[in-house]
């Protein structure tokens, strides 16, 4: 009897564990067996490269790359701005932040981490586009502030938390003996982590950015509300024309798409390329994080710590 | 003080000033952001908060937050009682199970770490053609609370595996040395240990819930009602937020709404961390 | 009389062999010392009498665990041979529950849920373990107040709780201080009359002081055992010799 339970319980932890199994596998099935046949119905070469997007027209076309590039630009934006605070900040919060001041601010970055998207993205929509709007808005003729410039300094604010985070941990990670030994020779605390501390951690730097990307790239609400979303090819100097992203391209055209028809399949072939850009962007996190566990451990044997 | 700063700046060279004032800048204008958005949103919005925002009824004139707050608390309780067991249990198999580093054990990491990279768009349009469409739920609460489930999975998963890796093994083997069996010694001396530590993960996913957007437009639709049953449509409170900024009518009612949203996420995650940290103490 | 007989034990952690050979009787009603230096195999083969090992990932063992004549390797309840036998660990390890719960714990787990039986037991396991009066007034209040000391004789309480015929000790004492040890050594004196008491220790004088017989590990092997007068005053072989006048270990 009780043996029985055991067993049986047993299997029943075990059929919970393949919940997110299963969970993949199903999002991947639906989501291609949807995506795919549109794709090829459309072409991939027009779907992926085609420059416009005119679901409606009488001839309609489905070309992603405006999105595509949209998705990019403000994530490469978002990098630019975001990821220097965010990593001196991290650098900060290691070595050089006083515990009093670390206790305060430690739980704000947590705290900062938790706002919902469309809190930031009211504040964007209420702060930063007007802002940009009074700064630029006369002298380039703009109609509004909403632009991939305003996404892009959304974005940059959204991930700092995520970067903050995981950069931290990982600064901290890097051992101690290190720093002694750069002190030791003379140099001064701020030369020894810039020199040494910041370069020994600098895979783990690298996946804190990494994950930014991911956030950047797969934040919809917020940019949905301040980057203006025309569907258009823009260069990287048009920083303050509006832009679509794939998220957005996703969300805006949701609520009206006729369902079944080959703009529905295209819309969910959009959130298809989200999906592998996402895939590849965790692929890239698994390969350094896997990186740094090497390098660690090589570095522990190095200071004589055998693990048995 | 001052003393001390005179001394530091004789003594630094420039290279490593520029880099001191590099970290302290950075860092001080992360927080300089984050409390410029925090205080705006509370001094724009609490002027507006009324006693008619939480009038039981939604109109035109007055738009209620009442029926979305329901709903957001309804939409908690569903999706939490779907994604904690299968999030407590999966993590009690890793955990106590497992053999460390079989095969299943690593296909179950690389998906939970998959699904806790995927944005929340692409839930809202796999809950949107699964849950909505393929078993014909409609938009629906249920359809909105499955998928929020998967979304946050991942998260109870880790929290869950964090505290059960946390308790000593010396409580399993005394538990173990007693003669009680595996899952005996789970439930009764492992899980209730660990229990405080599960607790903040799961408050954490209520804050991830009640923030939620993207993946709820499109799988519990957007229609402002006290829900009626599991099929019902409705609006959290997130929803609501979006809904009544992006419309620019109600720029008022936009902020005072936004102020109930920020104050109740960030006092979730501060009950969590709060849960947490006397977990830690205790264990220590 | 012979309450444990193991002959040709070998017992790996992956490929590392962890005992060769091993070969010993443990007697009824007698306190049988396991000593040597640490890594010498005395933990491991104490884990391996009430099958703890099993949870060690990698553990093989090969060789004949006889238990009253019957094998506990063989086709057995293990967790009736861990009710048989008792074990105490090296460092204290109350559950975070009350004290009463925590001697309840085993009487519970083996099936027992009557108020007034349990509430006999708990006193019983207490008393026998020595610290009924110390903790009488609070068997409500948390394990984890008690000190390092109590903790340890009421982890031998709830060892005692489910009646076992032996018991297991791994270096009790190593984690406390000289007035505890004195007790918990008083406290083993006393139960060697109803129970067959197995103790690791790296303390020759404490080895001295309780046990019966002495086992000498050396490198996962045994090297001598023998009454614990005779292996102290006139060792057989020079090994024993070395460690029990401290030239290494």
């Known amino acids: 009897m009780l043996k029985l339970t055991e067993k049986f319980m047993r299997i029943i932890f075990l059929i919970a564990a393949m919940a997110s199994v299963l969970a993949v596998i199903f999002i991947c099935v639906f989501l291609f067996s949807q995506g795919l046949p549109t794709i090829f119905r459309i072409g991939v070469f027009e779907f992926l490269l085609g420059d416009r997007w005119a679901p409606t027209a009488a001839e309609p076309l489905f070309g992603i790359l405006p999105m595509i ?3 990019l630009y403000v994530t490469a934006g978002a990098i630019l701005l975001g990821v220097p605070i965010g990593i001196f900040t991290a650098v900060f919060m290691a070595r050089m932040c006083p515990p009093w001041l670390y206790r305060l601010i430690k739980p704000a970055f947590n705290l ?33 502030g909403n632009t991939m410039l305003a996404a892009s300094v959304l974005l940059g604010i959204m991930i700092l938390p995520t970067v903050i985070n995981i950069a931290e941990t990982n600064i901290r990670a890097v051992p101690q003996e290190l720093y002694e030994g750069a002190v030791a020779l003379g140099a001064s605390h701020e030369r020894a982590v810039f020199k040494v501390i910041l370069p020994a951690a600098k895979s783990g730097v690298m996946a ?29 100097h048009e920083f303050l024309y509006g832009v679509r992203t794939l998220t957005t391209n996703i969300i805006i055209e949701m609520g009206y798409v006729e369902h079944g028809s080959i703009h529905y399949g295209a819309l969910i072939a959009t959130g298809v390329v989200l999906f592998v850009f996402i895939l590849i962007i965790n692929l890239l996190f698994t390969a350094i994080n896997h990186d740094k566990k090497e390098k660690s451990k090589r570095q522990k044997q190095n200071h004589g710590e055998t693990s048995v | 003080m001052i003393k001390n700063l005179i001394k530091l700046a004789k003594r630094k060279k420039p ?39 939480f009038s039981t009824t939604y109109t035109v004139e007055n738009q209620s937050l009442f029926p979305a707050l329901v709903t957001t608390l309804v939409m908690v309780a569903m999706t939490l009682l779907i994604a904690v067991p299968f999030g407590v249990f999966s993590a009690i198999y890793l955990v106590e199970y497992a053999n460390r580093g079989s095969k299943i054990v690593r296909l179950i990491r690389m998906t939970t770490e998959i699904i806790a990279g995927i944005p929340s768009i692409v839930f809202g349009l796999f809950g949107y053609i699964f849950f909505a469409t393929w078993l014909g739920w409609g938009k629906s609460l249920l359809a909105g609370c499955f998928t929020l489930a998967i979304m946050i999975l991942p998260l109870i998963m880790r929290t869950t595996e964090e505290s059960l890796k946390s308790i000593p093994d010396s409580y399993r083997e005394g538990s173990f040395s007693l003669g009680a069996g595996k899952l005996r010694t789970v439930w009764r001396i492992t899980l209730p240990s660990a229990a405080p530590g599960i607790f903040a993960g799961i408050i954490l996913a209520v804050g991830r819930i009640v923030g939620e957007t993207a993946a709820l437009m499109f799988t519990i639709g957007n229609v402002i009602q006290l829900p009626n049953n599991l099929f019902s449509q409705g609006r959290t409170l997130a929803l609501h937020v979006y809904q009544l900024s992006t419309t620019g009518l109600y720029v008022d009612k936009a902020y005072a709404t936004t102020v109930i949203l920020l104050v109740v996420v960030l006092f979730i995650n501060y009950l969590s961390s709060a849960v947490e940290r006397r977990f830690l103490q205790k264990l220590r | 009389m012979t309450k444990y007989s193991l002959s040709s034990v070998n017992l790996w952690y992956h490929d590392f062999q962890a005992l060769t050979d091993v070969n010993i009787d443990i007697d009824n009603n ?18 391996s009498l009430n099958r703890m090992n099993d949870l060690i990932e990698g553990c093989r063992i090969t060789g004949e665990f006889l238990l009253d004549g019957e094998d506990i390797y063989g086709n057995i309840d293990v967790n009736m041979l861990r009710k048989r036998v008792g074990m105490v660990f090296q460092k204290p390890n109350p559950f975070p529950m009350s004290i009463y719960d925590n001697v309840a714990f085993g009487p519970r787990t083996h099936g027992i849920k009557n108020r007034t039986e349990l509430d006999e037991i708990v006193e019983k396991s207490l008393r026998d373990a020595a610290i009924w009066d110390e903790c009488r007034d609070r068997l409500r209040k948390s394990a984890l107040s008690l000190s390092g000391g109590q903790q340890q004789r009421l982890c031998i309480a709830r060892a005692l709780s489910v009646a076992p015929e032996v018991l297991l000790m791994d270096e009790p004492t190593s984690a406390l201080d000289p007035i505890s040890t004195g007790k918990i050594e008083d406290l083993i004196n006393e139960l060697k009359r109803e129970y067959t008491i197995v103790i690791v220790t790296h303390n020759m004088q404490q080895a001295t002081r309780i046990s019966d017989k002495t086992a000498f590990f050396l490198l996962g092997e045994i090297i001598e055992v023998g009454r614990t ?15 029990i006048t401290g030239r290494f270990g």
């Open chain 1, 69 to 71: 590039l949209g998705s």
């Open chain 1, 112 to 144: 900062m981490a938790g706002i919902p998207s469309v809190v930031y993205g009211f504040f964007g929509l209420m702060v930063i586009v007007p802002l940009i709007f009074d700064w630029y808005g006369s002298r380039f003729d703009m109609m509004s």
């Open chain 1, 208 to 236: 804190a950015v990494v994950l930014g990307v991911g956030r950047a790239i797969g934040e919809t609400m917020a940019v949905r509300m301040v980057a203006g979303n025309q569907v258009a090819m823009r260069m990287p």
């Open chain 2, 15 to 53: 290279a490593d000033w520029l880099r001191f004032l590099l970290t302290w800048t950075s860092a001080l204008a992360a927080i300089a952001i984050l409390l410029y958005i925090v205080g705006f949103i509370l001094v724009k919005g609490i002027p507006h908060i009324e006693l008619s925002l």
């Open chain 3, 30 to 47: 007698e306190v049988t010392a396991f000593i040597g230096p640490s890594g010498c195999g005395k933990s491991t083969l104490i884990k």
């Open chain 3, 229 to 243: 007068e005779e292996l102290f005053t006139n060792p057989k072989n020079e090994k024993t010799e070395n460690y």
